[in-house]
């Protein structure tokens, strides 16, 4: 499947769908040349992998959203973006507000259903492998955590000297 084509065929269905013209498969399948076959296929693409509550209306004799509020996912994110984000949760958590926590936590589910699976492999590895402890430092170096997240995710061992203050 030509990935470019089936974003545009995705990227059509959402616009008109979103328009509210109530489109039904044979409008795709003339505009894009294509198998019905192919667009049922995009159909339960936008359903199970985006999440999207496409509903059919007999009445209307085509597609629209359930909810009105939904959007097609774009949000992309570094794997530093994806660590800053883990740490907010645990300083969310840290600060005893079971409701803040949730809506934090509901977030993230949200986030994590489109992401990569190699990024979400990386973020089980380091959250199963890490504890956050106490309040931040005052002034974080950015360089030593990407050298943790990057032995946490080489399964190397990471020896640690403290030392005193001043």
């Known amino acids: 499947m030509n990935a470019k084509n089936h974003l545009e065929r995705i990227l059509y269905i959402d616009t008109a769908i979103r328009n509210k013209v109530y489109p039904a498969k044979k409008r795709f399948v003339e505009h894009f040349e294509v198998s019905a076959k192919t667009i049922e296929r995009d159909f339960e693409y936008l359903r199970e992998r985006l999440g999207a509550p496409l509903e059919y209306s007999n009445?209307?004799?085509?597609?629209?959203?359930?909810?009105?509020?939904?959007?097609?996912?774009?949000l992309t994110f570094s794997e530093d973006e994806l660590f800053a984000l883990s740490l907010s949760l645990e300083t969310v958590n840290s600060l005893g507000s079971p409701e803040l926590t949730q809506s934090l936590s509901d977030g993230f589910d949200?986030?994590?259903?489109?992401?990569?699976?190699?990024?979400?492999?990386?973020?089980?590895?380091?959250?199963?492998?890490?504890?956050?402890?106490?309040?931040?430092?005052?002034?974080?170096?950015?360089?030593?955590?990407?050298?943790?997240?990057?032995?946490?995710?080489?399964?190397?061992?990471?020896?640690i000297s403290y030392k005193a203050p001043g």
């Open 110 to 159: 949200k986030i994590f259903k489109f992401l990569p699976d190699r990024v979400k492999r990386d973020l089980d590895i380091i959250s199963s492998r890490s504890l956050y402890v106490g309040p931040p430092p005052a002034k974080m170096n950015v360089e030593v955590w990407r050298k943790l997240i990057k032995a946490i995710i080489m399964n190397s061992v990471i020896n």
């Open 59 to 74: 009445e209307r004799r085509g597609y629209y959203y359930s909810d009105e509020n939904y959007f097609l996912p774009s």
